[in-house]
């Protein structure tokens, strides 16, 4: 007998769902395009689903239209060829996203809302920001910057970044970009690889009430790039820029931005290179993923217009920097119509910790972004964020890792009950989501709704079958648009295959454990390169963290399962605690009855050790497989790239615990 499904947390208000932009696709399928959706409820979301992964010409084909891509050249077929890699998608149209990004705003309106940790803010409208990217795009076009040429950022959230990027978009040429909080090294360890043309860098940033001078920085990065033939200085917090010399042509923003242009946008092919985005490059170089003018264009209008509900009239604020791919999809909401807002600063400051609540009630923003790390922290140190007007609100976008159960009850009850809370998963690989929600579904606590139309999700058992109700590995068995056209400087594509399709091949395994649930969920249980193994039963290292990081006295958690020489298995959990806690006998207990409890008997922890931190990708990712790495004895020069790691401090503290430990183990056996 089968255990009856959990009742979802959260369900859609009947009338909300019907005015939705997905609900309106899924009528506009009804009526226009019988051939390609007969028989489907526009109101169901597993019916729609299934249509979009069985018949995906007829998907795509439909999104084309329904946004109504303006191409220069029509296309010739929807999907040319299917195989992974290697799908060839429209082939034969030429398009812009930048083109797209710009054509439906309106002039007096908002199109970004700059904010910051202080509070203050300004308007970019419409009419101003097609002017500046114009303008912008002028200056470029007269440094002799064109199609495939390289233009890179070192830049804070501002918009700034979106103006440079969309004026290098409109030129076909590719755009890459960090922020300032990597160091000068780290930057070059991923723009070196590029041999850019342009740099585009700020003077510094804001972070917790502190003002980060970085002109230094931004003169050693342009020293680290011989290709530049130019810098655009952009003068953010206020700072004179030093009379050193740069190594190629000066440019202040202030001249770049303020030229009285005409906007062309350069048609280009529909896989030709938008962006690169970087891999975290905890282990060697980062590798460089190419993704493409109209496999982003599709898939952003897709996410960020039917399962975010965006468009005119709506206000987005998405906690994040402009290393992580959530930039990109701020960016992007452009494409709907909506205002995006930018955001320079600590998303907690000491001084005012819910400052970003304070100005999504002010701008009265309707989808909210962050993490479940803010999210959770927001609960653990009693910030309410009800004292703010959200009534705007109608959906909390959360993503980064998977989100405990704890909190839905909390936003339900600090932020709104008639507000979705919906998490997301997917990954820089394809600029997008896996699995989500929509307003037409749904949500289950700690569970994602469904997977997103479009995305042909499977679980994989170990022999590389399809399973339901259990944890397999996260596959993608039928091509997406916004996957790599190809990763920088890997001419044969071994590089490409090795990371996504070898262990089942023509299928991408993306490297997390889900399950798929028959009731149309999704559960994320972590990376499955981090699983832990205990006497063959496998467990998701966040399940274990969840657990944990709900006690008060822990402030964040990581569990590491290590096989050893002589085959034993060491399962530690490294603990940060919370200020003035102590990890003695009673809290030990209490953190192994949680795990004992709360996730399996089979997965307490051998030992629990208080450790001063946790490293993290600068993208905020736990370093699980290089921490375990590290502690079996593995060359830190193989393991990780300090200069990718948020606290590089720590890395060498994990090195002397893990020489520690062999030591020891070495005289015990001795």
Partial sequence: MTAPHPQPCWTPDPATAAGSRIADFGRWLVHYRDDAATGIDPADYAALHRWSVTDLEGFWGAAWEYFDIDAETPYEQVLAEETMPGARWFTGATLNYAHHALRSLR?????????DETGCGYDVTGGRLRAQVASVAATLRDLGIGKGDRVVGYLPNTPHAIVAFLAAASLGAVWSVCGQ????????????????????????????GTTHDRRDAALELARALPTL?????????????SSQPYPSLVVPWEDAATRDEELRCTPVPFDHPLWILFSSGTTGLPKGIVQGHGGILLEHLKIL??????????????????????????????????????????PAPSARPDIVWELAARHRVTVFGTSPQYLLGMAKFGIDPSVHDLSAIRAVGCTGSALPASAYPWVRDHVGAHVQLASTSGGTDVASGFAGSAATTPVWAGELSAPNLGVALAAYDSEGMPVTDRVGELVVTRPMPSMPLYFWNDPDGTRYRDAYFTTYPGVWRHGDWITLTSYGSVIVHGRSDSTLNRNGVRLGSGDIHD????????????????????GGYWMPLFVVLAEGAVLDDDLSGRIRDAVRTGVSPRHVPDEILAVPGIPHTRTGKKLEVPVKRLLQGAPLAQVVNPGAVDTPDLIDYFVRLGAERRAARSASHA
């Fill in 107 to 115: 002039a007096d309106e908002p199109a970004i809302i700059a904010l």
């Fill in 181 to 208: 909080d990597y160091a000068p090294r780290a930057a070059a360890d991923r723009f070196a690889q590029l041999e850019p043309t342009v740099l585009v860098t700020a003077d510094g940033y804001l972070f917790n």
């Fill in 229 to 241: 033939k130019a810098t655009l200085l952009v003068g953010h917090v206020g700072l004179p820029w």
């Fill in 305 to 346: 217009g039917l399962h975010s509900d965006l468009g005119p009239g709506d206000r987005l604020l998405w906690y994040t920097t402009t290393h992580w791919m959530m930039w990109n999809l701020v960016v992007s909401t452009l494409l709907t119509g909506a205002t995006t807002c930018t955001y320079d600063g600590s």
């Fill in 547 to 566: 657990v944990v990081e709900k006690l008060p006295e822990i402030a964040e958690a990581l569990v590491i399962g290590a096989e050893e020489p002589d």
